[in-house]
Nanobody
Framework: QVQLVESGGGLVQAGGSLRLSCAARGSIFRIDTIGWFRQAPGKQRESVAAITSAGSTSYADSVKGRFTISKDNAKNTVYLQMNSLKPEDTAVYYC??????????????WGQGTQVTVSS
């Protein structure tokens, strides 16, 4: 069994910064892709950023140049550094990962979500 445990959300003023963390815990053989989605009230969940096992990164156009995704392979942890935050970044942020377990099957996992609120 694998769990994604998120931390780092909170309330910040526009222009401020936050760093989200997501630790994958459990019986893990390999993490293929791990990243962040977000969902604002009344809107669909959208991809924010992702990083592959090889270290390739991708970002939504709305966060390019402001957000940086990185990972610590030894800790099975991914980080999302969010700078120059805007009120429109307000959402629940979810960690998502495609993880290969010890029986070599890949599954898709979600974290519980962490609230990010940016005040104007």
């Amino acid at each position: 069994q694998v769990q994604l445990v998120e931390s780092g959300g909170g309330l910040v003023q526009a222009g401020g910064s936050l760093r989200l963390s997501c630790a994958a815990r459990g019986s893990i053989f390999r993490i293929d892709t791990i990243g962040w989605f977000r969902q604002a009230p009344g809107k669909q969940r959208e991809s924010v950023a992702a990083i592959t096992s090889a270290g390739s990164t991708s970002y939504a156009d709305s966060v390019k140049g402001r957000f940086t995704i990185s990972k610590d392979n030894a800790k099975n942890t991914v980080y999302l550094q969010m700078n120059s935050l805007k009120p429109e970044d307000t959402a629940v942020y979810y960690c998502n990962a495609q993880i290969v377990g010890l029986r070599l099957y890949e599954y898709d996992y979600w974290g519980q979500g962490t609230q990010v609120t940016v005040s104007s």
